[in-house]
Antibody, heavy 122, light 114 residues
């Protein structure tokens, strides 16, 4: 069974940094693109970033471009999101999700992890 | 900037059908895109339901009942998620998603099963 588990969420001050991780199991992690999607409290879904299976290609929403960096360690079956220069509007539950292909192509995200909460506040 | 508009709420009774809409802004043509639908229950992550581009190009998520289906009203530039034979367990938030350039989600519709 495919399983994703995010970790690393915390309370951080504006301007601070945080690194999220997503541990994957139950599938050949090295063969699939992965993505991060966030959800502010009581709000809808917002796509954040994605990475191809090899890590060679990365993609970002305009709202996080230049502040966030996605990466993966295929030897550890783990996806990461390095978040710098955090702002209050980055407060959200961050979900990782699996794509069905090696490249980040028009497709669905399935499954999703349970999410990890990031709170940016002084 | 493309926008997907979903009604904030919808309601229907058990056994009835619910028709949830996702209207695309005029700068993007619903006929050109795969529309993806997700279900999210309180305290849980989203669950992928299905995608729909046309009657000949569609797909159901793993384990998703055939009661959930997609369609389009091209005259209204709108994607539709139809849930037939409503059950109390279908009460959830539903999100549409497309990829005009990067990934774009609608604001979600809260479906209440009365």
């Amino acid at each position: 069974e495919v399983h994703l588990l995010e970790a690393g969420g915390a309370l951080v001050q504006p301007g601070g940094s945080l690194r999220l991780s997503c541990a994957a199991s139950g599938f050949a992690f090295t063969n699939y693109a992965m993505t991060w999607v966030r959800q502010a409290p009581g709000k809808g879904l917002e796509w954040v970033s994605a990475i191809s299976a090899t890590g060679a290609s990365t993609y970002y929403a305009d709202s996080v471009m230049g502040r966030f960096a996605i990466s993966r360690d295929n030897s550890k079956n783990t996806l990461y999101l390095q978040m710098n220069s955090l702002r209050p509007e980055d407060t959200a539950v961050y979900y990782c999700a699996k794509g069905p292909f090696a490249e980040f192509l028009t497709s669905w995200f399935d499954p999703w992890g349970p999410g990890t909460l990031v709170t940016v506040s002084s | 900037q493309p926008v997907l508009t979903q009604p904030p709420s919808s309601s229907a009774s058990p056994g009835e059908s619910a028709r949830l809409t996702c209207t695309l802004s005029s700068d993007i043509n619903v006929g050109s895109y795969n529309i993806y639908w997700y279900q999210q229950k309180p305290g849980s992550p989203p669950r992928y339901l299905l995608y729909y581009k046309s009657d000949s190009d569609k797909g159901q998520g793993s384990g998703v009942p055939s009661r959930f289906s997609g369609s389009k009203d091209t005259s209204a530039n709108t994607a539709i998620l139809l849930i037939s034979g409503l059950q109390s367990d279908d009460e959830a938030d539903y999100y549409c998603m497309i990829w005009p350039s990067n990934v774009l989600f609608g604001g979600g519709t809260k479906l209440t099963v009365l």
